[in-house]
């Protein structure tokens, strides 16, 4: 699942590339990706690309016509970026394509999803806040606001283990599955220990932590083109994903557990 990182390289290239260029063309490959109908996904057409912004785990495209086409990739979604967008029939229901979106000099990039679990949520709104998922998240950990007293205010009292206090977008946006396993991994801290019961140290371990790696995670991203980033997030975990492989810090098997399907 692309995280917080991933998507803030996403938004940077595209604000790069895309900001200034008018969309000439949206195509919906899966209605079901498609949560809303006022505005129309029309409305986005003609429109000039003002700018690109992230909120937690959703990538917000401002047109200068007031319309934003906002998104937020799931489980299994991605931005496949082109120069020269193919001329291609998109079929739906034969395609992994949700959305294509076409811009004035010819480049543009579709929206996919794998699997058959399909949870790729694509909006059209006058206001990004106006998009539930956006109008409930928590603070952005990176934030300069968020500080470590911020981060214990969020944790007291919390009877819930902490590794679900970090995934949960409601109290910290842009953490998943993958960033909260290197945060405690680097913070020395078990996922069962409970959000109430955190020392005032472990809080600072877990501030520190959660600030350097997901600092470090951004700064990796910056600069790569969609097509880079998965292998760049990839390459750079200690230990999630890497059950069997040994420790970097202590040389011991990284183990797994399992709830659910994290």
């Known amino acids: 699942m692309p995280e917080m990182p991933e998507v803030q390289g996403l938004v940077d290239f595209l604000a790069e590339r895309a900001t200034g260029r008018t969309i000439t063309k949206v195509t919906v490959a899966h209605i079901a990706a498609l949560k809303t109908y006022d505005p ?3 409305a986005l057409v003609g429109g000039r690309l003002s700018h690109a912004r992230r909120s937690g785990k959703f990538v917000d495209l401002a047109t200068d016509a007031g319309i934003h086409l906002v998104f937020h990739l799931a489980k299994a979604g991605w931005l496949r970026w ?35 679990k399909k949870s790729l949520a694509v909006y059209v709104a006058r206001d990004p806040q106006d998009v539930p998922g956006i109008a409930r998240l928590g603070p952005d950990p990176l934030a300069e606001e968020f500080t470590r007293d911020a981060l214990a205010g969020l944790l007291a009292g919390r009877r819930t283990q902490i590794k679900g206090v970090l995934r949960d977008q409601s109290i910290v946006a842009g953490i998943g599955n993958a960033y909260s396993d290197e945060i405690l991994h680097a913070a020395r801290m078990s996922p069962y220990a409970l959000a109430a019961g955190v020392a005032d140290d472990e809080v600072d371990r877990l501030y520190d932590a959660m600030r350097t790696t997901l600092t470090d995670a951004v700064a990796t991203a910056s600069g790569k083109p969609p097509a880079d980033l998965k292998d760049a997030k ?14 970097p810090v202590c040389g011991d098997e990284v183990r797994s557990v399992f709830f659910a399907d994290k």
């Open 234 to 247: 990839r390459r750079g975990m200690a230990v999630h994903g890497r059950r069997g492989e040994a420790c």
């Open 82 to 116: 082109y120069e020269t967008v193919p001329d291609t029939v998109i079929r739906p229901g034969k395609t992994p394509i949700a959305l294509r979106v076409r811009l004035d000099d010819g480049a543009g990039f579709d929206l996919t999803e794998a699997g058959t």
């Open 40 to 42: 129309p996904i029309d």
